[in-house]
T-cell receptor, first 116, second 116 residues
Framework: DTGVSQNPRHKITKRGQNVTFRCDPISEHNRLYWYRQTLGQGPEFLTYFQNEAQLEKSRLLSDRFSAERPKGSFSTLEIQRTEQGDSAMYLC??????????????FGPGTRLLVL | AQKITQTQPGMFVQEKEAVTLDCTYDTSDPSYGLFWYKQPSSGEMIFLIYQGSYDQQNATEGRYSLNFQKARKSANLVISASQLGDSAMYFCAMRGRGGATNKLIFGTGTLLAVQP
């Protein structure tokens, strides 16, 4: 059973450029989450999908950010017109909907973004 | 609003000794789940242990146990027989059933250093 995978693992870009990250969840998981983690902080929730439906978005997700999960499998997170403040680790997680608080999210290795 | 507080930015422990990492939480949800994750320097968040708010017994998972004190709203992680590989950041997180949210709320983490 493979875990959550993310690509690329590292991305360096210039301010103003667009970047796209990909997340492949654990195959049978129908829920997928994106979090952002800055230095010295815990992960902060950005958005989550159940199958292909985006069910919740954080206020952190400005209009420069967009996430998709078109077929309910992999997901992409795009940041347009990147800013230096976007530099962070972007973590993806997936879970299998069980309808209780015990539902566990399993994380990928993250994509570390540096905006110069 | 839900909140997780981890007051220990960093801790040292001798190899083979036990260590307790503190976590307090705040929520108005009657039902919630508490999670601990380990984040090595590689960046991946590794799920360690789960405690449900209605669980009668403290959770245990190998060398990890959770000292859950509901009245005090604390969920401390105990690692027994520390190993050098336990050196990492440790995050406490909470998932509530409020509304339709499935997001995890994380604390700021505790950096554990295991000394030989």
């Amino acid at each position: 059973d493979t875990g959550v995978s993310q690509n690329p693992r590292h991305k360096i870009t210039k301010r103003g450029q667009n970047v796209t990250f990909r997340c492949d969840p654990i195959s049978e998981h129908n829920r997928l989450y994106w979090y952002r983690q800055t230095l010295g902080q815990g992960p902060e929730f950005l958005t989550y999908f159940q199958n292909e439906a985006q069910l919740e978005k954080s206020r952190l997700l400005s209009d420069r950010f967009s996430a998709e999960r078109p077929k309910g499998s992999f997901s992409t997170l795009e940041i347009q017109r990147t800013e230096q403040g976007d530099s962070a680790m972007y973590l993806c997680a997936s879970s299998l909907r069980v309808g209780t608080d015990q539902e566990t999210q399993y994380f990928g290795p993250g994509t570390r973004l540096l905006v110069l | 609003a839900q909140k997780i507080t981890q007051t220990q930015p960093g801790m040292f422990v001798q190899e083979k000794e036990a260590v307790t990492l503190d976590c307090t939480y705040d929520t108005s949800d009657p039902s919630y789940g508490l999670f601990w994750y380990k984040q090595p320097s590689s960046g991946e968040m590794i799920f360690l242990i789960y405690q449900g708010s209605y669980d009668q017994q403290n959770a245990t998972e190998g060398r990890y146990s959770l000292n859950f004190q509901k009245a005090r709203k604390s969920a401390n992680l105990v690692i027994s027989a520390s190993q050098l590989g336990d050196s990492a950041m440790y995050f406490c997180a909470m998932r509530g059933r409020g509304g339709a949210t499935n997001k995890l709320i994380f604390g700021t983490g505790t950096l554990l250093a295991v000394q030989p």
